[in-house]
C-alpha cells in the first residue's frame, strides 16, 4: 500500500508544479486551487508512504516520478524542447526509480 500512496503523491506533485506555473503569482484562482489542493495530497501521500519506507527511497521516488512527469508533459505540450539525449535521460531517471523499487 506504500508504495501505491508513493506512486500517487508523485503524480499529484507533477500536477502542483504544472498548476504552480499558471497561477501567474497566485492571481488565478482555478490553478491555485489545483495548485493547493494537489500539494497537500503530494506530501500527506509521501508522508503515509514514509510510515513503512525509508525516507531517502521515498523521497527520491516521489521527485523521481514528479520531475519525469513534469518534464514529459512539458516537452508533449511543446513548452520544452524535445531531443534525443533530454528523453535518454527521463527514461533513465524513471529506471532509476523502477531500480529504486525492486531494491526494496
Same mark, same amino acid.
Not at 506530501?43 to 523521481?64: D, E, F, K, N, S
Given at each position: 500500500? $506504500?508504495?501505491?500512496?508513493?506512486?500517487? $503523491?508523485?503524480?499529484?506533485?507533477?500536477v502542483? #508544479?504544472? /498548476?504552480?506555473?499558471? &497561477?501567474?503569482?497566485? &492571481?488565478?484562482?482555478?490553478?491555485?486551487?489545483?495548485?493547493?489542493?494537489?500539494?497537500?495530497? $503530494?506530501?500527506?501521500?509521501?508522508?503515509? #508512504?514514509?510510515?513503512?519506507?525509508?525516507?531517502g527511497? #521515498?523521497?527520491?521516488?516521489?521527485?523521481?516520478?514528479?520531475? /519525469?512527469?513534469?518534464?514529459?508533459?512539458?516537452?508533449?505540450?511543446?513548452?520544452? $524542447?524535445?531531443?534525443?539525449?533530454?528523453?535518454?535521460?527521463?527514461?533513465?531517471?524513471?529506471?532509476?526509480?523502477?531500480?529504486?523499487?525492486?531494491?526494496?
Amino acid at each position: 500500500m $506504500s508504495w501505491l500512496f508513493l506512486v500517487v $503523491s508523485g503524480v499529484l506533485e507533477a500536477v502542483w #508544479a504544472l /498548476a504552480l506555473g499558471r &497561477t501567474e503569482g497566485f &492571481t488565478r484562482v482555478v490553478p491555485s486551487i489545483v495548485f493547493g489542493v494537489a500539494l497537500i495530497g $503530494s506530501l500527506v501521500g509521501l508522508a503515509m #508512504a514514509m510510515r513503512t519506507l525509508p525516507i531517502g527511497t #521515498a523521497y527520491a521516488v516521489w521527485v523521481g516520478i514528479g520531475a /519525469a512527469l513534469t518534464v514529459g508533459y512539458s516537452m508533449m505540450a511543446g513548452e520544452e $524542447s524535445i531531443s534525443p539525449v533530454r528523453v535518454l535521460l527521463i527514461v533513465a531517471l524513471v529506471g532509476c526509480v523502477v531500480g529504486l523499487k525492486l531494491t526494496h
